[in-house]
């Protein structure tokens, strides 16, 4: 392949191309990979509520950068006219895709198979796309098998990016960027009317929980949302259950550090008691059967039969029985807690909060509070479209959620 | 001066030596000027209430070296035995102190003159202290004046250093670190009561704020404080005001900003209109009494008699007519309205909340909250026994404040 | 007026209106405002180098609500159709505006006066426009004087804002979002080149500085920059020169602070002292003539006749006999010494660096670097076309920046 | 037992009480409790090297609350007089402890035994300490097996806090507080004459690398030290492995990523290329074997036989076939690789810099980097004699580094 050699395809799409800013972000994506544009044909959506319409040819100096380039745009939902059927390869060994394999982005994703256009089943990024009797699914690179049929690149492939929704609950305009100066409350209003719209439509909500909510005395207000019926799975690490069942079985007889607010971390002798007393009573459920736990999170959580799924982490302390150790069978566990959930509420937890992120669709939104901004930005960072950033105290958030839902 | 010669001294001290980590300080000053110690005595308090009394010889390279050790501890409430007057020379020019000027801390301080033991007045860091008429008192360079009687280095001074206060309120312990991982209504509640005793006492409450406390939808809740007669005085820059009165012009007719909490900074419309409405009026007062300015924090001040001082800085709008942008003139007038305050509530504002620092003696309280960690963290880093940080967001925060205090 | 009444008008722009993501903001605006739009005509540039053109007819609910829309879109660069005279008003009296006048933005704007297009002088946001001998000019709102001819809402003018420039110096994809995790020694390549094409065009450079640049031990390697002459003028406020004073008067000698690197922050002596050793020298070119400061970035300024501008705040212990403490001569003097800058490089200073970001037109490029993401957010914010902000140790940024500029 | 029965104890300890605040510790631990002390005896070191012994009678107001208070002192080095062995009780069930169990601290630990003092091996915090064959040593709960010989609260036991070292290498200074405004240049100094110091005595060095180090464009820098012998052993997580391998597969030849700096998150092609190519490879030891990765830190890592451990966390893709998703075998791995370790240095990650911090004895000297001051702030607040925390950018902290260990 000589470089002066030119290889150019015609791209199109549609959708909100300006909203959602898919526009700039094609465009940009071209001049990043050092291939230029001419745009053939370009509708506007005459008002907020229609599509614009955008045809354009793209060149590039190399088939290869071409690959690379029709990828990228792909997931803005770009794609080569002319309805070819998409290449499909064996998976060489166990676990591993062929080298050609087209990895996922988490939007709607179809696939062109025997003249049909399949729906991406389990919809996911960073997947391998598998044809199995007929449908399309994701599979993770390490389930896949020998002999899988593997969507390899990039033809016969459609992506749908979510599009910016612009008025329903100002849910986008709290997307336009991350800040604690907003006004708090009015977001925390919003986010409720949001849960509350979910739930009554029969939705699920996933709460993605740190320890934060136990250190700062916000516990007692994620109860109420556990009893009140908001929360439809708990996804945790250890540290959460832990320090919620220390407080549950010594907080309130000491009342040292809950009275004066300050957690004492490290090897102190509540904290590994309370590990050795639930591991004893064989887990949580069991030390809530045996009135040994009587209250905390983990108790409202078995006694209102919401799931929760602990996911180790190379810091853990115990562990708790509950805690799964094999992260394999974490993601597995966390990713089936996630079936059909409409909103994943992350409160504090960047280490699951981005493990979440990873396994949910692009149409599932994602809430996220933190007092860090670093935080907020690298979880807004991976789908701005998806994820509301919230810059404020997780303990007065959840405060202010459960009164606002009451 | 050769560098092997030792000079020594013996310096003595008391109080709540270990408590308030002086010993700890102490010891790490001596080896830090290259300096070494030898305890003579040292009695240990024997419970939380008693003194403990160190007396030490101290050996460093040179008369030199030993100058700066001496004045290091003296902050530390360490004295030479011996009783002599201080050194008092003329100040040589407006403005100019002599070159040996005692330059205080915030701690209250006694200077040896004609055989008598003055305590300063308007006691503050940074100063000169002048000898007139028999009083010896704090004053700035720049208001020194050519033959003012000035303290020079470092006999017949005594300081003493605030002792941290263990259980009054639970301040103590609070002041131990700064974390966002708090148990934040707990602090909130003790912060109210602070306040509360403070106001039933008689004493006086600064508040000092950001524009922040509006931007986040609080000033409603400010507006509280003030009506209920907790703020005795509002320290603040241009744009708290100037954010303010934005929205109680423009806020509620249009609703944009305030119903989606998005401020939008820089060049607008209602913004710099704002400040030409009141420079028309001829300032906030007059805003008020003209029926201009019905609502907000500025106008809460003005009809409940709550005096405020507007701080200028360099990147002001406008300004406001009261806004004081001669910072010699504004300084004077912060300190003025400090005088007697009991404890200093700083909102949201580093600017600010420094200024106000420098100016306070150290038995004022100050209580800082910041949603920013590194601004907690810089303002308690300045006197960690006097000052009580909490990291949270500050918009939720006054709410809480407000309520507890209702 | 009635609710139910409708308004509508055409306005047109063209540009870069996708890569510089103008379309988006426009049609946010127009939602933002409760109007709709239509787009009745769209051209877009074919390529990366042509600009796109948009035509639309824009409704609202008010004339007001219309007027407020028409201020905003005038900041995207959009006009409505027909060439009319701007509107021109007296000020009322020295230091205000008429309540319409137009408020700047910091965008290349003209002004229909006469049938003649002006281009506005001395352009600057938040400022109003005065016509005056057939020249129009921004000014403040405090420098109006009675009678001055003040350019009204909103007929007559023209805005054309920055668009991203995509290719020079990879300026425009470095100012696409805020991270620490970016490869920060290819960014400061390219600010070095910046730097050097600026200074090899004859263009000038402002370096607007805070104190971390002395705490952090760079000080050093910003005299390089100084000696090399790549400091046009300096910005700052009086913590930099008194912290690099003290340095230089007292670093060396004692050694302590600078070799163990932790600054010692409050009443001590060498801080004041440094101080009144400036004072009585009658300030710091006077301490640098008489041979008392003879190193660090102040004494270099004034051997290479490098002009500074230090502007006080209410912070400032002393202040230094430089320092300007009148902030409407602080302003005035920082915005004389910006005319002709082609690059600001803001150094650890959020409260100068607001302040000089409020002075410059949009085409003059603005680089921000600070540890602190949050300070780096604030500055892009306020013009992202125009920023570029770096989040890294500024210390070893200005390391780095010397190296690369040798 | 009533509430007004008083318990008394007379307990003792020695050592740099002062310097390393020991005694405010102590002091603070018993009015935390509700108890209180009585100092029976103080002799203090007179010179900065003498011991300082301390003897006092604390007064609890029962039995549980004296246990508490003495288990908590235990920690700071306090003892009860009187030899008496420890109380041993066999562990009930496989992975389970005693209910009163002594839950370690992570500083030296002796328990008399049979008249004798065994110092505990393989000290670490968080565990409990079974006897042995005549040994004591540190055992996780996990690890315990039924009748394994626990030794249970608190006497019989003696704990030797680490005391603040004053001048060895400036150290201890360094680990007075956290900032982003420190003389950073002089930390690297003496950091990189630490790690000299302990190699040349022939000590281990490990290192807790984060993926920052790759996004920063420092992984160079960091394969220097790999190369000159400075890397004893690796541990990280997936991320760091993955971002490494792709830019050493695909970085060069495309360039796009690693000459902007800018890290692309989320499922794009290279990422999961990379790790597809690892796993057909049948791991990195493979890849770099059958000649397939040329270049990196994980190439360096194995051409240089440096051992490493990559543990996997619930965020991560993949994951390579090196990366333990088993974390229970992580941590044993992660423990196994840090034994008779001398210096950890943390890059950029709070999670494994948490790990390695749970698992390493407190006379091991950590060294924690990371631009985000929370993330320092709390890796030092596990042990402030022990950690250096160095608030800066990590990848030029890496540069720096390899600059100064030339």
Same mark, same amino acid.
């Given at each position: $392949?000589?470089?002066?050699? !030119? ?8 959708? %909100? ?5 898919? $526009? ?23 008002? @907020? ?36 059927? &998409? ?16 990895? !996922? ?33 994701? *599979? ?14 990039? +033809? /016969? ?14 849910? &986008? ?7 604690? +100066?907003? %006004?708090?409350?009015?977001? #925390? ?37 556990? *009893? ?42 509540? %904290?590994?008691? &309370?590990? @050795?007393?639930?591991?004893? &009573? /064989? /887990?949580?459920?069991?030390? #809530? ?6 209250? /905390? ?31 394999? +069978? ?77």
């Amino acid at each position: $392949m000589t470089s002066d050699k !030119t290889v150019s395809e015609i791209v199109e799409t549609e959708g %909100h191309l300006i909203d959602s800013q898919l $526009m700039t972000e094609i465009f940009d994506a071209v001049v990043k990979h050092g291939a230029s544009f001419e745009a053939v044909e370009f509708t506007i959506g005459r008002t @907020n509520d229609e599509y614009s319409r955008l045809k354009m040819r793209v060149s590039a100096t190399s088939d290869a950068a071409m690959k690379d380039l029709l990828e990228e745009l792909l997931a803005f939902g770009c794609r080569t006219s002319g309805d070819v059927d &998409a290449t499909v390869q064996p998976a060489p060994t166990d676990g591993c895709a062929p080298d050609d394999f087209y990895s !996922t982005s988490n939007h709607r994703t179809w696939v062109r198979y025997a003249g049909q256009w399949l729906e991406v089943e389990r919809q996911r990024m960073d997947a391998a796309i598998v044809i199995e009797r007929g449908r399309a699914m994701c *599979r993770k690179l390490r389930d896949l098998r020998a002999g899988d049929q593997v969507v390899c690149f990039v +033809e /016969g492939l459609r992506v749908v990016p979510e599009f910016r929704e612009r008025d329903r609950h100002g849910f &986008a305009f709290m997307t336009g960027g991350i800040s604690s +100066e907003r %006004h708090v409350e009015t977001s #925390v209003a919003r986010i409720a009317d949001m849960i509350r719209d979910v739930k009554s439509a029969g939705g699920r909500i996933a709460f993605v929980v740190g320890p934060v909510v136990v250190h700062t005395g916000a516990s007692g207000y994620f109860c109420d949302l556990v *009893r009140r019926g908001y929360v439809d799975v708990l996804l945790a690490g250890n540290a959460l259950a832990v320090h919620d069942i220390e407080a549950a079985l010594y907080g309130t007889s000491l009342g040292v550090s809950l009275s004066t607010g300050s957690p004492v971390e490290g090897g102190h002798r509540h %904290h590994m008691r &309370a590990i @050795n007393a639930i591991r004893r &009573a /064989g /887990g949580i459920r069991a030390a #809530v059967e045996s009135g040994l736990l009587t209250s /905390g999170v983990m108790f409202e959580c078995v006694r209102h039969n919401v799931p929760f799924v602990l996911a180790g982490s190379i810091r853990d302390d115990g562990p708790l029985p509950d805690t799964i150790m094999d992260l394999v +069978e974490a993601q597995d566990q966390y990713a089936e807690a996630l079936a059909d959930v409409r909103i994943a509420v992350v409160l504090s937890t960047m280490l699951h909060g981005i493990g979440v992120g990873n396994m949910l669709p692009s149409w599932v939104k994602v809430v996220c509070v933190d007092i860090n901004p670093s935080v907020v930005t690298k979880l807004v960072d991976r789908g701005s479209a998806q994820t509301l950033g919230l810059v404020t105290d997780t303990g007065l958030f959840v405060h202010q959620l459960a009164s606002k839902l009451k």
